[in-house]
């Protein structure tokens, strides 16, 4: 890895001392710099975990990539710079069936600093900004919204507010799991069968719709089959999103150079089909 290229494709200045500032910093600027997106799916092209292969496509080519890649790399990148890394698997919580996937359905980190410990994830779309401290059960409030780590024995569960409680924290809120997971150490190579699954199964998102998310400063841009969805930070409670749902094959390519800073090298095939619920075995 080239450190130096890895933080000028994210914006931070090199060097980095691993601080709690400079984890920060990284995690943001990530998600800021690095669309969450699964388009080598959609252009006959296969998700490889090797990490110099993530390296050239998320850093060289200036791609981003779903958790398995984004994490996957990022992880590197920390420990690249002297952070203590563990990489762990979460169960992400299927919203048709309200179920849990199987293990390592999505790469996860925990970094320990100071004897503090931190949950960071710049692979899961619309999730938190920073680094969450996993020492505390405490809501954690970020710009985008009100999060918390719930330990319930071994698990532990990262939950979003339901609520508009990010603005009114003293406001009683619902609480939504998105996903959970334990600490145990995981290795890279655990994760492959799964990543194998999401680019091939009619019950995964990645296989039936083609998507490339980013998070503004504002909000969020999301590219989903052929519909554009812009969300709005400072939008009112309720407010309906700014949709377009007929962009055309041309309307894409400039909407993914333009906005989410992606060339495709391979032609995209639009994809926004429905999702056959899993079966409930988790």
């Given at each position: 890895?080239?450190?130096?290229?890895?933080?000028?494709?994210?914006?931070?200045?090199?060097?980095?001392?691993?601080?709690?500032?400079?984890?920060?910093?990284?995690?943001?600027?990530?998600?800021?710099?690095?669309?969450?997106?699964?388009?080598?799916?959609?252009?006959?092209?296969?998700?490889?975990?090797?990490?110099?292969?993530?390296?050239?496509?998320?850093?060289?080519?200036?791609?981003?990539?779903?958790?398995?890649?984004?994490?996957?790399?990022?992880?590197?990148?920390?420990?690249?710079?002297?952070?203590?890394?563990?990489?762990?698997?979460?169960?992400?919580?299927?919203?048709?069936?309200?179920?849990?996937?199987?293990?390592?359905?999505?790469f996860i980190s925990?970094?320990?600093?100071?004897?503090?410990?931190?949950?960071?994830?710049?692979?899961?779309?619309?999730?938190?900004?920073?680094?969450?401290?996993?020492?505390?059960?405490?809501?954690?409030?970020?710009?985008?919204?009100?999060?918390?780590?719930?330990?319930?024995?071994?698990?532990?569960?990262?939950?979003?507010?339901?609520?508009?409680?990010?603005?009114?924290?003293?406001?009683?809120?619902?609480?939504?799991?998105?996903?959970?997971?334990?600490?145990?150490?995981?290795?890279?190579?655990?994760?492959?069968?799964?990543?194998?699954?999401?680019?091939?199964?009619?019950?995964?998102?990645?296989?039936?719709?083609?998507?490339?998310?980013?998070?503004?400063?504002?909000?969020?841009?999301?590219?989903?089959?052929?519909?554009?969805?812009?969300?709005?930070?400072?939008?009112?409670?309720?407010?309906?999103?700014?949709?377009?749902?007929?962009?055309?094959?041309?309307?894409?390519?400039e909407l993914l150079?333009?906005?989410?800073?992606?060339?495709?090298s391979s032609p995209?095939?639009?994809?926004?089909?429905?999702?056959?619920?899993?079966?409930?075995?988790?």
């Amino acid at each position: 890895m080239d450190v130096g290229k890895y933080l000028a494709r994210i914006g931070c200045s090199s060097p980095c001392s691993p601080t709690l500032e400079t984890l920060r910093c990284l995690h943001l600027n990530h998600l800021l710099t690095v669309p969450f997106e699964n388009l080598s799916v959609h252009t006959g092209e296969r998700v490889c975990l090797d990490l110099p292969l993530l390296y050239e496509k998320i850093v060289s080519k200036r791609r981003g990539g779903f958790c398995y890649e984004n994490n996957g790399l990022f992880s590197w990148l920390l420990s690249q710079l002297g952070y203590e890394v563990h990489i762990l698997s979460a169960q992400v919580k299927n919203r048709l069936t309200g179920a849990y996937g199987p293990p390592f359905d999505h790469f996860i980190s925990m970094v320990t600093l100071d004897g503090h410990r931190w949950l960071c994830d710049v692979g899961f779309g619309s999730g938190f900004q920073l680094p969450l401290s996993l020492e505390t059960d405490s809501p954690q409030k970020q710009s985008h919204g009100l999060y918390r780590l719930r330990t319930e024995g071994k698990l532990v569960f990262m939950e979003m507010s339901e609520g508009d409680a990010v603005k009114d924290p003293a406001e009683d809120t619902a609480w939504r799991a998105l996903y959970k997971f334990t600490f145990e150490p995981r290795q890279r190579e655990d994760f492959k069968a799964m990543c194998d699954y999401h680019q091939s199964s009619i019950s995964s998102i990645f296989f039936c719709k083609s998507l490339c998310s980013l998070l503004l400063p504002s909000g969020r841009i999301t590219i989903i089959g052929r519909k554009l969805i812009v969300t709005s930070l400072s939008a009112e409670k309720d407010q309906p999103s700014k949709t377009n749902s007929n962009l055309s094959d041309e309307e894409i390519t400039e909407l993914l150079r333009d906005k989410l800073g992606i060339v495709l090298s391979s032609p995209l095939t639009p994809k926004d089909i429905d999702i056959v619920p899993p079966p409930i075995n988790y």
